[in-house]
């Protein structure tokens, strides 16, 4: 079946440690997007990227990196410079304005 | 920037009974679509009901219908004979229909609607 898969679902994160969460599609989308979720602040867009090699920031990308090497793939990593990254992550995909954007399962990530 | 602006963070329904989650938007755009999702305790996004900007006519799917209007700029989702499983967040969502948009074909979520069924 085709869909999105993000893994781990929960990670853990010491303090000055990059991490990356893993996004894969096998829908064919060309379009990519994480999403950042605090409790009563909705979804917050973080980077999405068009195409393979290009990716642009969203509303909240500082502290975080991102790369799309395969159409497939889409990695988001937090670096030791996103100050308050505990959060619920999701990556979502999509072909076009209409169409449904399909969700991954969501990332939980928490500092230790 | 268009923003999404849910004005009640908790809602509740009797069992079998019918409610109306509220969403106004922002936006400089006539093309558009609009969107509501679903996220159950599970945290998976579901797609509820979209709304092509330039229809007139309110979408529907099954026990989910939308009251839009476009000059007010309101998108609500009323749920008719809810059930135990309707009982999740509802996120209210935006994107430009405009190709080559600089920003992407992004969703612009609201704050959310926390739904809960009384049996």
């Known amino acids: 079946d085709g869909g999105i898969t993000q893994s781990p679902k929960y990670l853990f994160r010491k303090e000055g440690q990059n991490v990356t969460l893993s996004c894969e599609q096998n829908?064919?989308?060309?379009?990519m997007y994480w999403y950042r979720q605090d409790p009563g602040q909705g979804l917050r867009l973080i980077y999405y990227?068009?195409?393979?090699?290009?990716?642009q920031k969203g509303d909240i990308a500082e502290g975080y990196s991102v790369s799309r090497e395969k159409k497939e793939s889409f990695p988001l990593t937090v670096t030791s410079a996103q100050k308050n990254p505990t959060a619920f992550y999701l990556c979502?995909?999509?072909?076009?304005?209409?169409?449904?954007?399909?969700f991954g399962q969501g990332t939980r990530l928490t500092v230790v | 920037a268009q923003t999404v602006t849910q004005s009640q963070p908790e809602m509740s329904v009797q069992e079998a009974e019918t409610v109306t989650l509220s969403c106004t938007y922002d936006?400089?755009?006539?093309?558009?679509?609009l969107f509501w999702y679903k996220q159950p305790p599970s945290r998976q996004m579901i797609l509820v009901i979209r709304?092509?900007?330039?229809?007139?006519q309110n979408a529907t799917e099954n026990r989910f219908s939308v009251n839009f209007q476009k000059a007010a700029k309101s998108f609500s989702l009323k749920i008719s004979d809810s059930q135990l499983g309707d009982a999740a967040m509802y996120f209210c969502?935006?994107?430009?229909?405009?190709?080559?948009?600089?920003?992407?074909?992004?969703?612009?979520f609201g704050e959310g609607t926390q739904l809960t069924v009384n049996p």
């Open positions: 829908l064919n989308h060309d379009a």
């Open positions: 990227s068009q195409i393979v090699n290009d990716f």
């Open positions: 709304q092509e900007a330039y229809k007139q």
């Open positions: 936006t400089s755009e006539s093309d558009y679509y």
């Open positions: 979502a995909s999509h072909t076009g304005p209409y169409t449904e954007a399909f």
């Open positions: 969502a935006y994107r430009s229909a405009r190709s080559g948009e600089t920003s992407g074909s992004r969703l612009t």
